[in-house]
Each structure stands twice: as structure tokens, then as C-alpha cells.
């Protein structure tokens, strides 16, 4: 009962039937639709199959227990659900399957699209993947096969050149390892232009070479033309950035769109863009205005105008181009070059004038052989026309009219002679020709050839030189012929030792061959090392003078190396006793001159001169005791007779009648008189002996001047004399001895007074010229002869013939030494007839007398 409310009261076998027949036909349709489904997945069928065998199954044991009902009917619920699932799923991937057949279709599309496009053009596509093996090559090889037909893409130095092979294959590495596209324009060794492209494309690396042809390859040939313009602007730029000319550009409006360096540093401005930025403009406003309007014409304006340059005033030459889309411009400092060319224009004015100056005559050809500059030696030489020679004749024309005023050399072919001169314009070397001309005139010319094509003559008159050198040839031959007359014995040695000029007179001196020593100077003109050395010659001559010292020195002046060039002199004896003046001299080529004189009678002569002369000197010693002896001794009693004479005169002692007192009166004049001729004895004897000192002091020349004239007032009254003192006011004092100086005045005036006749006048002056005191005493008396006056100042030495002056001759001598003592001077001028004027200059200054003194 409980299994029949379970299954619906339908028996048990009746409804087992049914469920087997349901469970057929279940089974028969999912057999069916398998069949219908040959896509479906392998899942779907295995499922079925477990199904159907579970169905058999419980068949099988449908009769065991209800359990095994209840197990089947989950099984044909699980199957119908599977068979449901495999029904979906058979849909969704119908659905699917038409998706992929449509995007494979469209991929089949694309890839026959792809194929085409690659065959459409020659090209190479080279792939690396992402990781590291051989890359994927295809394309056309022959785009870079060689000339044997072999085609390696990734060998880059097979089919270009090492430049672009190494570019390439640095640009293919950074490719790879950093993912850098490029694109490089190539042409293989074969000639062909291809493209080379790189670029990263879904993580692998793209290499695409393909032949560039048409519109390609004149794209490619612009981008590189562009490419080589960008490089040449900025080259350009660079260029102007460097050079110390100030440039700019401008556009169409006259706006500032760029400046180079110079510009900025002209304008003051920190870099190029400031300057830009700020519109700085460098030019004046006239300046630019006139710029601007020729730019409008389309014209290139140049001109200068002054600018402020870096806050100085400069003057500019300026070039201002239009262009296209506005104008460049460029301003170049002329201030240097503006003082440069002064300094040129004075430069080539002063050797103008120096050229001028010169006794060379010199001219200048330009490339057209016109005379573009002349000097005056040139007109002068030619004696041409200035005005003509200023039109700027040319070569030819100056020569024809120098030939037609017959001052050119004769010639037999004048136009070959001519031609010759013209080719100078031609040669690049300096050449040199002597003409003698028909005036007896001897000019050496050089013809110089200058870069500018022209030429440039240099007439010098060698003249006077032909002629010296002639008058040189003589001498030397005179010279020679001289020597060999000559007694003395004359050797020339050479600076380096050896004989360059030898006379007669030294070989028979020293028993030398004179021939063979002729024959070896000959030779030695040609070949120094073939004279003989002056070692040579000493060995030679040793023999009759054995004095080693004499020749050991004369081989040191001649051979040695001396700092200062020095005489020799030397007196030998030789064996045959005869005696020889042995002297060298200094050169000034560097020779030196060797001479022996044979001076044997004169050496004997001078012997004797000596003897005699010991013996003057011993009796002019005798001479000069005796005098001051006997001026010593008389000096006393001629002081006695002096003074007794004046006692006389006394009245105290007794009148004298007038007889008597006019002998007195002869006496006391006869006894000044030698009393001075004895103190003038005395005193040069004390200034020979050295022994005579100044009393220097402070004196006035004034009270000097009228001290010395008193103690000449007797002799001028009674010679019936003028005597006129000058001295300018002012002289002052100078330093001296007070006493020497009226001595000095005294004696002078002396002299004066004694050869002046009556009624003249003696003229005592004195004036301060510089550091000196100057005194003067001039008569107007007879004069004194030309050939007497070198002897006035002599010692005992009187010249009175004719005059009343009586004396015996050493006033003048002690005037002189007087002022040579003081450091001073004495002149005397004179002439017959004409009087005399003795002056006496002494020093003012007391260092000039210590000096004479000490000296």
C-alpha cells in the first residue's frame, strides 16, 4: 500500500515499464542530438554516456530496492539538465565558432592587404624579439645586394660606406636597448638612395630599409637639404656670434629678431635675448632711417655712421642686405682700422721722405708699368721734368725719351735690349745689371719684382765707387812697391797667425828668402792655411836674437786672445850687436802690424844725447843754486843801500844839493828796479820748487783794480799815460790771494805802460762771466809781431827793441804762473800796430782754487 501511494496507485512493474520506455526514448534523443551536434565539446558527450550507462544501470537493478528508483530518477533529471546545458553551451559556441571565422576572415583580409602593401615597394623589415636570438628578416634583398648578388641586411659595412655603417649601427643599438625611433637617409655603395627607419612596435624592436624613389626621394632630398640648412644657420650664427663685428636681423616690420654676441656687448646688454627682448637698438636714428628706406627699394645700404659702443663713441661701417622676410645687417668698428690707416698713410709719407732723402735713385712700377712713385734722386739722375714724371708715364715711354736724349747705355739692339727690361714685370727674382752711360757715368741697377706685379728700380751711381776702388787697386800695388823700398823691416800677420804681408826689408833683416816668401803669400790668397804662421817665422829668426821673453810676447800679441788689443814695443840686441826697434800695432781688420827698424847708429847716437843731456841738466841745476844764491845774497845788501839811500833824502840827516839828490834819486830807481828783478827771481824759483802757497781770502775786485793802479802812478805821470779802470758795478769779491793778484795787475800794467807811447791810453778792466772773474789790461801801443808771440811767456825772454820798457823778461812768465796757481788762465791777443790785450781769468769759486793749490 505504501509503494502504491507513492508511485500513484499504478502498479510497480506497469509504471517500471514506462519509466525504461521514457528512458529510451530519452536516450534515443540524446543519441539524436549528439548526432545532430558534432561540435559539441567531448564534456557534454561524456556526460551522456554516464547518463545512458546509469539509466542501463538502474534498469539493471530496478527491481533490487526503491533506492535504486530514486538514484535513476536523479539520473534522467541530471540528464535532462546536462542535455539542457549541452543545448546552451552547443548555441554560445555556434555564436563564438561564427565570431572567429568572421575575425579570421578579417585577418586572412588584412594579412593579403599586408602582403600587398610590402610588395608594392622594394624594402627589407628586419624584428627583434624581445628576448635575445636572431632577428626575423624578409623583404626584397636585392634593395642591398652587392655586385656579386649576396645580400646581408645586418652586415651595415657591406653595402655603405664606414660613416653611415656606424651611424646606422648606433642608431639600431640605442633602438634596441633604450627603444629610440630614427630615421636616417642612406645611399648604399651601389649608389641607391633607401630610407632606414627604426622604431619599437608591441615590445619588439623594427628595422625597415626600403628604396627611396619619386616624390619619396625628393622628400627625402628636402629633408636633408633642410636639415644642412638648419646646420649652415646655425654654423652661420655661430660664426657671427664669434666674429667682433657687431650683426642683427630684422624682420619685415624693422623689428630686432635676433643679434649675435657682439651686439650684445655693445649695447651693454647680458646675452643676445636681453637685447632682442628689449629691442636695444645700436644705430642712431638717422642711421636707421636711412637703412629702412633702402630696404623699402630693395636696395643694400652702406654707409658709416658713429655709434655708441659699449659706452664708447666709435664709428661703424655699416652693410644693410634685405631679404626675403626682413634684412641682416652687420656693423664692422672702423676706429682702429681708421687709425691704422693714418699711421699707414704717415708711415708711407715718412718713407716717402726718407726715400727722398736718399742719394739712391729709386722707382716704383705699378702692374700696368705706370711710374707710381719716384724720388728726388730718381728726377735728379735723369734730370726729368717733375710735372711729367707726376702724369705717371709708364716704363716704356720713360725709357724711349731717355734713349732719344741719348742718357741710356748704347745699344746695338735697342727694342732686344728693352724687352730684356720688361720681362723683369714677369720674373719673380731680383736682378741686378751695370750700365755705363755715355757721360762717363757708371750706375748699378736692380730691377726687384714687387707681389703687386710691378716693378721697382734702384739706380745707384757706383761712380765714385768704380773709381775708389780703382785708386784701391793702385794703392795696394804703390803700397807694396813702397814697402819693398822701405828699410824698416814691415810683417802683416793675419788674425788667425799667419803671414798675410811681408816686405824686403824683413827677410834680409832676419836672413829669410824673400822670393819663397813672396811665392807663399801668392799662394795664401787662394789658401790662408798655406802662409806661414808667425811660430814659423820666430823659429826662423831665433837664431841671431836667442831673447825667448821678446819672442814669447810677440807671439801672444800676434796669435793670443787679449779682452783689449794692445801695442808692443821692444829694443833687441842680436849676436852681430846690432840693435833693432822691435814694434807691433793693432789693426783694425784684426791683423796686426810687426816692424823692425835697425836703429844701431841711432841707439849709439841716443847714448851720446843721454850723456849730454845729465850733463845740462847738471849745469842747468849749477845755474838755477847759483841764481838763488846770488839772489839771496844781494837781496840784503841791496835792502841796505835802499834804505841808507832813503836816509839821505831825510832832512833830519842833511840836506843834499840839488846834484847830489838827483844821484840819490837815480840810485833808489836803479836799486827798485833790481830789487824787483830779484823778488820775480825768487818767487819763481819758489813756484818751480813747488813750495810757493796761496793765501786764500775774500777780496774786492774794485779795491784790488785801483791797489794795483797806485803803484803804477809814478810811471804813468812820467810817461805822460791814460790809464782807464773799468769794472761794472756789482762784480763784487772772489776768492784769492789778495797779494798775487795786485802783482799779477801790477805786472801787467807794467808791461802796458812800458810799450804804450805818450798820450795813449792803457785800459784796465774787469767783469764776472759765469763761475769766473775776468781781467783785462789793453794798450794801444806798437803791438807785439805773430811769430813772437808763442814765446812771450817764456823766462828771460824781452822783447824791448824800440820801447822804453827795459827788463829781463819774467814779468809775463810770473803773471802766468801766478794765475796757474790760482786755477786759472791766461790769453794774450796782438797784433803790429794794433796795441795788445792780455786777459787773466780766474776761478770765483774756492773748490777750483783748493784744487790748483793742492795740485
Known amino acids: 500500500m505504501r509503494w502504491r501511494r507513492r508511485f500513484g496507485g499504478v502498479p510497480l512493474g506497469t509504471r517500471t515499464h514506462e519509466r525504461a520506455r521514457a528512458a529510451q526514448r530519452f536516450v534515443r534523443l540524446s543519441l539524436a542530438a549528439a548526432w545532430a551536434a558534432p561540435l559539441t565539446s567531448s564534456f557534454s558527450l561524456s556526460a551522456l554516456a554516464q547518463t545512458t550507462s546509469a539509466l542501463a544501470i538502474d534498469r539493471a537493478h530496478a527491481h533490487q530496492s526503491v533506492v535504486g528508483v530514486s538514484a535513476f530518477v536523479g539520473v534522467v533529471i541530471l540528464a535532462t539538465a546536462t542535455t539542457l546545458l549541452l543545448l546552451t553551451g552547443r548555441r554560445r559556441w555556434l555564436q563564438r565558432e561564427r565570431q572567429l571565422l568572421s575575425q579570421l576572415g578579417a585577418v586572412r583580409t588584412a594579412l593579403d592587404r599586408a602582403h600587398v602593401f610590402l610588395a608594392a615597394e622594394p624594402q627589407i623589415l628586419v624584428a627583434w624579439g624581445a628576448a635575445s636570438g636572431e632577428p626575423d628578416v624578409t623583404g626584397d634583398l636585392s634593395l642591398i645586394a652587392d655586385a656579386a648578388g649576396q645580400a646581408r641586411p645586418l652586415g651595415f659595412g657591406s653595402w655603405l660606406t664606414p660613416e653611415l655603417a656606424q651611424s646606422l649601427e ?152 634685405p631679404s626675403a622676410g626682413g634684412a641682416l645687417a652687420i656693423a664692422v668698428d672702423q676706429t682702429e682700422l681708421e687709425g691704422m690707416r693714418g699711421n699707414l698713410a704717415r708711415q708711407m709719407e715718412a718713407h716717402a721722405r726718407t726715400l727722398d732723402q736718399l742719394s ?311 836799486s827798485a828796479a833790481l830789487l824787483a828783478i830779484i823778488n820775480d827771481i825768487l818767487d819763481l824759483a819758489t813756484i818751480d820748487e813747488d813750495a810757493l802757497e796761496l793765501s786764500l781770502s775774500e777780496i774786492d775786485v774794485s779795491e784790488t783794480m785801483h791797489a794795483a793802479a797806485g803803484g803804477v802812478q809814478d810811471r804813468l805821470a812820467e810817461a805822460s ?20 793778484v795786485r802783482q799779477v795787475l801790477f805786472n801787467l800794467l807794467s808791461n802796458a805802460i812800458g810799450f804804450s807811447s805818450p798820450g795813449q791810453t792803457v785800459t784796465l778792466a774787469a767783469l764776472r762771466r759765469g763761475d769766473e772773474i775776468v781781467f783785462k789790461v789793453s794798450d794801444q801801443g806798437r803791438g807785439i809781431p805773430s811769430e813772437v808771440l808763442d814765446t812771450v811767456f817764456e823766462r828771460f825772454r824781452s822783447h824791448t827793441v824800440g820801447a822804453r820798457h827795459r827788463g829781463v823778461g819774467l814779468g809775463l812768465s810770473i803773471v802766468r804762473s801766478l794765475v796757474e796757481l790760482h786755477g786759472g788762465r791766461v790769453q794774450i791777443e796782438s797784433a803790429p800796430g794794433e796795441g795788445t790785450i792780455v786777459t787773466c781769468i780766474f776761478p770765483a769759486h774756492s773748490a777750483a782754487l783748493k784744487a790748483a793749490s793742492a795740485q
Open 170 to 321: 648606433a642608431s639600431v643599438e640605442r633602438l634596441r636597448c633604450r627603444g629610440e625611433s630614427f630615421r636616417l637617409g642612406l645611399t648604399t655603395l651601389g649608389g641607391r638612395h633607401v630610407e632606414a627607419e627604426g622604431r619599437a612596435v608591441g615590445g619588439r624592436a623594427v628595422l625597415r630599409i626600403r628604396d627611396v624613389a619619386g616624390d619619396r626621394l625628393e622628400l627625402t632630398r628636402l629633408r636633408e637639404n633642410h636639415a644642412r640648412a638648419l646646420m649652415d644657420i646655425q654654423s652661420f650664427r655661430a660664426l657671427l656670434d664669434a666674429v667682433p663685428s657687431a650683426a642683427w636681423m630684422r624682420d619685415s616690420a624693422g623689428k630686432l629678431v635676433w643679434v649675435n654676441a657682439a651686439y650684445a656687448r655693445a649695447v651693454e646688454a647680458p646675452n643676445a635675448d636681453d637685447a632682442v627682448a628689449r629691442g636695444a637698438e645700436l644705430l642712431e636714428t638717422a642711421a636707421r632711417e636711412a637703412a629702412a628706406q633702402a630696404r623699402n627699394r630693395g636696395e643694400v645700404w652702406r654707409g658709416r655712421a658713429p655709434a655708441v659702443v659699449a659706452g664708447q663713441r666709435h664709428m661703424l661701417e655699416i652693410t644693410d642686405a
Open 721 to 740: 799815460i791814460t790809464l782807464n779802470i773799468v769794472a761794472l758795478d756789482g762784480i763784487g769779491t772772489f776768492q784769492a790771494d789778495a797779494k798775487r
Open 360 to 670: 739712391t735713385g729709386v722707382a716704383i712700377f705699378d702692374g700696368a708699368k705706370r711710374l707710381v712713385f719716384h724720388n728726388s734722386a730718381y728726377r735728379q739722375l735723369w734730370s726729368l721734368d717733375a710735372a711729367w714724371l707726376e702724369s705717371k708715364p709708364t716704363d716704356s715711354e720713360i725709357l724711349d725719351r731717355l734713349r732719344a736724349e741719348r742718357r741710356l747705355p748704347e745699344q746695338v739692339d735697342f727694342r732686344a735690349w728693352k724687352a730684356g727690361l720688361m720681362s723683369a714685370y714677369q720674373s719673380t727674382e731680383t736682378t741686378e745689371q751695370v750700365w755705363y752711360l755715355p757721360d762717363r757715368r757708371m750706375l748699378r741697377v736692380v730691377f726687384t719684382p714687387n707681389s703687386q706685379g710691378g716693378v721697382t728700380y734702384v739706380f745707384d751711381d757706383v761712380t765714385d765707387s768704380y773709381k775708389l776702388q780703382t785708386q784701391y787697386h793702385s794703392l795696394v800695388t804703390v803700397q807694396g812697391e813702397t814697402l819693398d823700398t822701405l828699410r824698416e823691416g814691415v810683417a802683416v800677420f793675419g788674425t788667425d797667425g799667419r803671414l798675410k804681408l811681408v816686405n824686403l826689408a824683413f827677410s834680409q833683416l832676419w836672413g829669410l828668402e824673400g822670393p819663397e816668401l813672396k811665392k807663399a803669400l801668392e799662394a795664401a790668397e787662394t789658401d790662408r792655411g798655406r802662409a806661414p804662421h808667425v811660430d814659423e817665422i820666430i823659429a826662423s829668426c831665433r837664431a841671431m836674437c836667442p831673447d825667448d821673453s821678446m819672442w814669447g810676447d810677440l807671439r801672444s800679441i800676434v796669435a793670443g786672445l787679449h779682452d783689449t788689443r794692445m801695442g808692443f814695443e821692444r829694443r833687441i840686441r842680436r849676436t852681430n850687436d846690432t840693435v833693432l826697434d822691435c814694434a807691433t800695432a793693432p789693426l783694425p781688420d784684426g791683423s796686426t802690424l810687426v816692424t823692425f827698424s835697425d836703429v844701431t847708429a841711432a841707439a849709439n847716437f841716443q847714448r851720446a844725447l843721454t850723456d849730454r843731456n845729465e850733463a845740462l841738466l847738471i849745469a842747468q841745476q849749477l845755474r838755477e843754486d847759483f841764481v838763488h844764491h846770488v839772489s839771496y845774497e844781494l837781496r840784503s845788501p841791496l835792502t841796505n843801500i835802499i834804505g841808507f839811500i832813503h836816509l839821505l833824502g831825510d832832512a833830519a840827516v842833511g840836506s843834499l844839493n840839488p846834484k847830489q839828490s838827483e844821484y840819490a834819486g837815480h840810485i833808489l830807481e836803479s
